[in-house]
Every structure is written in C-alpha cells, then in structure tokens.
C-alpha cells in the first residue's frame, strides 16, 4: 500500500465487499478449476518440493566446483554457499498439475555464466533422474531446460557482486544490480518482479484464484504466449494484479468480470502499471516512450514494478492485440451472463476454434535429422514467427494474420527419400507410424526384422526426419464485387524475408540437413491432428451461409404458398429462382475441382509461397465475411472455391502460386 492508503497509481474504482451471491459464484469458479485439473495433488506438490530441495543442493556443488576452477582454496570455496529462487506461477502460487518451475540459480563472483552452462550440464548429466536436458546459452535469457524426478525445470542463472551468498540472501535490494552484467539483471528480474507483485496486491488469494482462472482462460484461447505475439504469465499475472487493486475487496469472480470489463475498454497503448515507473540513478535502460522511440511503438504496454521496468508485451502485434481484444469482448460478455446466473465458468474455459475460423492458413515447416537439432530449429522458428506476421501485416488484402500458439511436432524414419521430402514439407502420411515405435495391427510392438540388412537401417537413419509445423491464419479483405476480375496478393516479399531472418542466424547451417518450407493451405486442406476431435467445417463458411439463406427463404416461400395457393408449377419455378440467387463461386466465375493436375484436388508436395490468386472476401476476427456461396468443402458437382495451388516461376526469383482450373 502506497503513501495514499491504495495499491496502484490511482484510487480503486470500488471498495465494496462481496455479496453473499458473488461469493457462492467465487467458490463455484473454485470447483470448477478443481474440475479442470488445474490443481496439482499432494503427491505431485511434495514432488515438487523434492526436487527443488536436491537442485538446491546441487546448486552449492556447482559453486563449490566452480570457485575451485578460479583457485579459490578448498575451505573457502565451502563456505560461499549459493541459493536458488522459484519465480513465475509456481512463485505465485498459481501453477496447475504439471506445469513447469522457473527457478534461479544465483552464485557470489566470480562464478561465470560459462562455468553455469559448462560445470552445473556436467552435474545434471550424471544424475539419474535427470533427462531431456537442453541447455540454451544463447537464449535472450539464457537457461537450461531439464525434467528432474519427472518435474519441468527452466533454470537461469546470475552473479551477484559479492564474495557470498548466504542462505537469507534476497533480492528486493535494488543496490544488487549495480555492477551486474546485462545477463544477470535480465535473470535476476524475473524473481524480482514475481516478488514485487505479490507485494502490491491487496489480497493474495483471491489474486491466486483469479489468475488461475485467467491463465487456463489465455490457454483454451490460445492467446498464450509470449514468444508468438500474445502475452506471456507474467503479463497475464501483473493484469490480475491490478484489476485486485481497483478492486480491494472484491472476491475472484468479481475481480474476474471486471478483469473483462476494464481490459476491453482500456485506452491502448497507455501503459498498464502497478506503481509509479522508479529512475534510478543507475546505467539500465528504463521503459520511457517519451525517450525512446522504439518504447513508443508498443501497442499493449504492461510495464514490470521493479527496476529497471521494462515493457512485457513488447512482442504484441498489430494482428495479435486485435485477437486479444475480441477475446476480452467474448469473456466481458460471458463473465457477465455468470455473474448473472445465466451462464456457467465452462463456458469462459471453451476450448478456441482456430482452426475453424479463416479459410486460408500457412504452414510453417521446420525439419532437422537429429533431436538435438531440432530442439533448436524448433525454438529458433519459435521465436521469429511473430516477425512473419508483422511482414504478412504489411501485404495490401490481409487484414490480420493469426499465429497459433502451438506447434505440431513429428518424429518420423522414412522409407524413401520422397517421403521424408513429403514429411519435411508437412505431408505427413496419415498411416505413417512414429519412429521410435513398430507395432503390429494389434498395438503390440513389433520386433526387429532380423532380415533387415545394413543397407536398410542406413537408409532409415538417412531418412530420419524431425519436423515441426506452425500455423498463421490470414483473414482477407472483403472484395468489393463490383470490381471486375480476380485480386491478386503477393507473399513472395513476407515470406522471403522471413526465411532470410531464420537462415541468418548463426545456429542455422546448410549443411546439417535443416529444411524450413511454407505452404498455403485451405481450411478443407488442413491435416486431421488440427482439429483434435473437433468438427472439420469452418465456422462461418459461406456454404454454411448459403443454407441458412435458403433455407429462410424456403420458410419464406411455403408461408406465401400456403397463403396464396400456388400451384405446384409456380413453387418449382419459385425453387428454380431462389437456387439461382445462390449457385455464385467464390470468385464470382465458376472454377471447376481441380482433376489430377494437382494430385486430385490436395496441395503439392512443394509449395513454397510468392504469390497467389485470392478470390475470397472476409471481415472481422474469425468469419470470412464474404457474400459469395462456394462449397468450402469441394464437394459434388457445384461450384468450388479455389482449387488446390501449385508453384509456377515468378519474377524476382520467387515462386508464386498459380490455382489449378482457374481462368
């Protein structure tokens, strides 16, 4: 609580107590997050509990090891100690069933960021319980990510500039980060901040329980993830944080309903704060748009509380801000049939329909013959995704582009070199079988043929493919149909520019067998593993369109009927009339299926992108807005919408996609 008697930097806009109805719908938000696994079991938090004791332990043998390597004698080197910190959700207290701990590692000097990634990976190698270990020293934050006694553990690092770290070190002092290297403090931050928040909220636990249930709100929707364009925990945790401060007294599901209703009518890009922004007189970079350009760019700033404050969802695009704020409009208007008694909690937790919602996607391929590589191929690409959005922004018919949070990962030993050319691109066969298992029809693993020559297990490593896909979708421009022929849109530049961004950095190497490719897919054209049990059909598709159309005008048509007594020839003819109204294709001229030309109507195997013929019209988030009446899903004999692509010679050196069967 600040000088004023409030939390926050401005007075809370209500201090009333909960009602006995809104505390009944808090403890029903409370069962239904119970319901929804998003609570770990006893077993599981003592686990927990366990293994951060043993990294603890292991963290003293580390520093230990490491002052010994700077000639540190053997007594001293004992007594030095070294401590680790939990930060993010499991700081928090608002971590579910199997979710990861962010835990830092912090040692006295001269214990190095090199020493961290060379002595503690030796140290974790020859433990046991630990395995899929991936350090990553060239991350923006540099960490090692590990499973320890079957626990997630992302683990940071940073040196204080001080002889010891003893067992009661904190780190609120913000004296600490003189000194410290860029490294450091970008580590050293993310338990600071975690702490800071925690410290500026009224009451912790309603601000637990209304995180828990916006964290698991962001996942079904995905709009989670930081590295992709959309907020990341510690966003969606400050957030939390500062509706419970204009809100002190409220209970969680009141401070959830206004979480919508303040976030959906916030001025953007003024800035999210928990307190006053502080200016030390220290070297750091402090979040100022008045200073610094690029700080004025941010379209959904929300500034971390401790110093050097800093801008946590400076990834947010022009696209991605526009999808959280149709996902704030959804929840406003749900949170408030609840509080109402009109709706249930289930219904904000509803799973996302992105790959229902546009009619054109692009997939992003990414390919390697080794884990290890692809590990890293996949982060790398991971990372960058947000950059080919912000270039597909600039194409002149897309309005938005929608990256999903989600990779789809396959681990495949082909038999030829043409299917492993098909899985690299994304064709990945429906009857394919994983690599690291054989089985039989019944599910039993298969043993070793022992008639296998050497010849062929050399050609199954060779053809050995890991490959990740991820997917943006493109929400286009409704076409003006009184424009006479086709609109054209080229993705030669976006798309090239974006693999140039992946192949130039240092960790890309030609050589290794790395693939990246991109197609173009229709709605209709996406693999079954999308959907996860959901309907295929897109929402809001025009054939979906058509039949409503119809069948309101038939209801039309039967009550004049019946009212005027048509004779049978007149209803025919009436039918005949209607039908005409809606046989249109999307493009406004019929275009036939494709035929075998393009492998009967499928993408090709290589479509890397350029250019495109685009015949669909669509507005807002989600729907495609157009007037026109294709059947989406290329069925029958009536009229289809865009065939499948096929990559033709451009100019410039790209590849522009030419629709088979169009005119």
């Given at each position: 609580?600040?000088?004023?008697g409030?939390?926050?930097?401005?007075?809370?806009?209500?201090?009333?107590?909960p009602?006995a109805?809104?505390?009944a719908?808090?403890?029903?938000?409370l069962?239904t997050?119970?319901?929804?696994?998003?609570?770990e079991?006893e077993?599981?938090?003592?686990?927990r509990?366990?293994?951060?004791?043993?990294?603890d332990?292991?963290?003293?043998?580390?520093?230990y090891k490491?002052?010994?390597?700077?000639?540190?004698?053997e007594?001293l080197?004992r007594?030095?100690g070294?401590?680790?910190?939990?930060?993010?959700s499991?700081?928090?207290?608002?971590?579910?069933?199997?979710?990861?701990i962010?835990?830092?590692?912090?040692?006295?000097?001269?214990?190095?960021?090199?020493?961290?990634?060379?002595i503690?990976?030796?140290l974790l190698?020859?433990?046991?319980?630990?395995?899929?270990?991936?350090?990553v020293?060239?991350?923006?934050?540099?960490?090692?990510?590990?499973?320890?006694?079957?626990?997630?553990?992302?683990?940071t690092f940073a040196?204080?500039?001080?002889?010891?770290?003893?067992?009661?070190?904190?780190?609120?002092?913000?004296?600490?980060?003189?000194?410290l290297d860029?490294?450091?403090?970008?580590?050293?931050?993310?338990s600071?901040?975690?702490?800071?928040?925690?410290?500026l909220?009224?009451?912790?636990?309603?601000?637990?329980?209304a995180?828990?249930?916006?964290?698991?709100?962001?996942k079904?929707?995905?709009?989670?993830?930081?590295?992709?364009?959309?907020?990341?925990?510690?966003?969606?945790?400050?957030?939390?944080a500062?509706?419970?401060?204009?809100?002190?007294?409220?209970?969680?599901a009141?401070?959830?309903?206004?979480?919508?209703?303040?976030?959906f009518?916030?001025?953007?890009?003024?800035?999210v704060?928990?307190?006053?922004?502080?200016?030390?007189n220290m070297r750091?970079?402090?979040?100022?748009?008045?200073?610094f350009p690029?700080?004025?760019?941010?379209?959904?700033?929300?500034?971390?509380?401790?110093?050097?404050?800093?801008?946590?969802?400076h990834?947010?695009t022009?696209?991605?801000?526009?999808?959280?704020?149709?996902?704030?409009?959804?929840?406003?208007?749900?949170?408030?049939k609840?509080?109402?008694?009109?709706?249930?909690?289930?219904?904000l937790?509803?799973?996302?329909d992105?790959?229902?919602?546009?009619?054109?996607?692009?997939?992003?391929?990414?390919?390697?013959?080794?884990?290890d590589?692809?590990?890293?191929?996949?982060?790398?690409?991971?990372s960058?995704?947000r950059r080919?959005?912000?270039?597909?922004?600039?194409v002149d018919?897309?309005?938005?582009?929608?990256?999903?949070?989600?990779s789809y990962?396959?681990?495949r030993?082909?038999?030829s070199e043409?299917e492993?050319?098909?899985?690299r691109?994304g064709?990945?066969?429906?009857?394919?079988?994983?690599a690291?298992?054989?089985t039989?029809?019944?599910?039993?693993?298969?043993?070793?043929?022992p008639?296998?020559?050497a010849?062929?297990?050399?050609?199954?490593?060779?053809n050995?493919?890991?490959?990740?896909s991820?997917?943006?979708?493109l929400l286009?421009k409704?076409?003006?149909h009184?424009?006479?022929g086709?609109r054209?849109m080229?993705?030669?530049?976006a798309?090239?520019?974006?693999?140039?961004i992946?192949?130039?950095?240092?960790?890309w190497?030609e050589?290794?067998n790395?693939?990246?490719?991109?197609?173009f897919?229709r709605?209709?054209?996406?693999?079954?593993?999308?959907f996860d049990g959901?309907?295929?059909?897109r929402?809001?598709?025009?054939?979906?369109?058509?039949?409503?159309e119809?069948?309101k005008?038939?209801?039309v048509s039967?009550?004049?009927?019946?009212?005027?007594?048509?004779?049978?020839?007149a209803?025919?003819?009436?039918?005949?009339?209607?039908?005409d109204?809606?046989?249109?294709?999307?493009?406004?001229v019929a275009v036939?299926?494709?035929?075998?030309?393009?492998?009967n109507?499928?993408?090709?195997?290589?479509?890397?992108?350029?250019?495109?013929?685009?015949n669909?019209a669509?507005s807002?988030?989600?729907?495609?807005?157009?007037?026109?009446?294709?059947?989406?899903?290329?069925?029958?004999s009536v009229?289809?919408?865009?065939p499948a692509?096929?990559?033709?010679a451009?100019?410039?050196?790209?590849?522009k996609l030419?629709?088979?069967g169009?005119?």
């Amino acid at each position: 609580m600040n000088e004023n008697g409030y939390f926050g930097v401005t007075p809370p806009i209500s201090s009333e107590w909960p009602t006995a109805e809104e505390q009944a719908i808090s403890e029903e938000l409370l069962a239904t997050l119970h319901r929804e696994g998003q609570f770990e079991s006893e077993d599981e938090s003592k686990n927990r509990e366990v293994v951060l004791g043993k990294i603890d332990k292991l963290m003293k043998e580390f520093v230990y090891k490491a002052l010994l390597k700077h000639k540190v004698s053997e007594s001293l080197a004992r007594t030095c100690g070294g401590k680790i910190f939990t930060f993010g959700s499991y700081r928090l207290g608002a971590h579910s069933a199997g979710t990861d701990i962010d835990t830092l590692c912090v040692a006295p000097s001269p214990v190095s960021h090199d020493d961290f990634f060379e002595i503690m990976v030796e140290l974790l190698k020859g433990r046991n319980e630990v395995d899929e270990l991936v350090p990553v020293p060239g991350a923006y934050v540099p960490v090692i990510k590990m499973r320890f006694g079957g626990v997630d553990i992302d683990l940071t690092f940073a040196t204080l500039v001080q002889p010891t770290v003893p067992e009661d070190q904190e780190l609120f002092d913000v004296n600490l980060l003189r000194n410290l290297d860029e490294t450091s403090i970008r580590s050293i931050n993310g338990s600071r901040v975690t702490d800071e928040i925690l410290r500026l909220v009224p009451s912790i636990p309603t601000f637990r329980l209304a995180l828990r249930c916006i964290k698991l709100w962001a996942k079904r929707r995905a709009i989670s993830s930081n590295s992709v364009g959309f907020f990341g925990g510690v966003a969606w945790a400050m957030l939390v944080a500062r509706i419970c401060q204009l809100y002190p007294n409220a209970c969680a599901a009141i401070v959830v309903a206004r979480y919508f209703r303040v976030l959906f009518r916030w001025r953007w890009p003024d800035p999210v704060l928990l307190k006053p922004i502080e200016t030390c007189n220290m070297r750091f970079q402090v979040w100022n748009p008045d200073i610094f350009p690029q700080h004025a760019t941010h379209k959904m700033p929300i500034i971390t509380p401790a110093y050097p404050s800093m801008c946590a969802t400076h990834n947010v695009t022009q696209s991605t801000q526009r999808i959280i704020m149709s996902e704030f409009k959804r929840g406003l208007e749900i949170s408030e049939k609840i509080i109402r008694g009109e709706s249930r909690w289930e219904e904000l937790f509803a799973k996302n329909d992105f790959f229902r919602r546009y009619k054109y996607y692009l997939q992003v391929n990414v390919s390697s013959t080794s884990e290890d590589t692809q590990n890293m191929l996949h982060g790398l690409v991971e990372s960058r995704v947000r950059r080919y959005v912000g270039f597909l922004e600039g194409v002149d018919l897309i309005v938005l582009a929608h990256p999903y949070i989600k990779s789809y990962d396959h681990n495949r030993a082909c038999q030829s070199e043409e299917e492993a050319q098909k899985v690299r691109d994304g064709n990945i066969p429906a009857d394919a079988k994983p690599a690291n298992a054989s089985t039989t029809a019944n599910g039993i693993e298969d043993k070793e043929d022992p008639s296998s020559t050497a010849q062929e297990d050399e050609n199954k490593n060779k053809n050995h493919v890991y490959v990740s896909s991820f997917y943006v979708g493109l929400l286009l421009k409704e076409k003006n149909h009184d424009a006479n022929g086709k609109r054209r849109m080229d993705l030669s530049f976006a798309t090239q520019e974006f693999i140039k961004i992946i192949k130039m950095t240092p960790t890309w190497k030609e050589d290794e067998n790395m693939n990246i490719s991109i197609r173009f897919l229709r709605q209709s054209q996406l693999p079954d593993e999308v959907f996860d049990g959901q309907p295929r059909g897109r929402l809001h598709s025009s054939s979906t369109k058509k039949k409503s159309e119809k069948g309101k005008q038939k209801i039309v048509s039967k009550k004049r009927e019946i009212e005027n007594g048509a004779s049978s020839e007149a209803k025919s003819a009436k039918k005949t009339r209607i039908a005409d109204v809606h046989v249109p294709s999307t493009s406004g001229v019929a275009v036939k299926p494709a035929d075998d030309a393009g492998g009967n109507g499928q993408i090709p195997d290589k479509a890397h992108i350029g250019g495109l013929g685009e015949n669909t019209a669509t507005s807002g988030v989600g729907g495609d807005g157009n007037k026109s009446k294709g059947n989406d899903n290329d069925q029958g004999s009536v009229p289809a919408s865009i065939p499948a692509p096929v990559p033709t010679a451009a100019k410039m050196g790209g590849i522009k996609l030419k629709l088979i069967g169009s005119p």
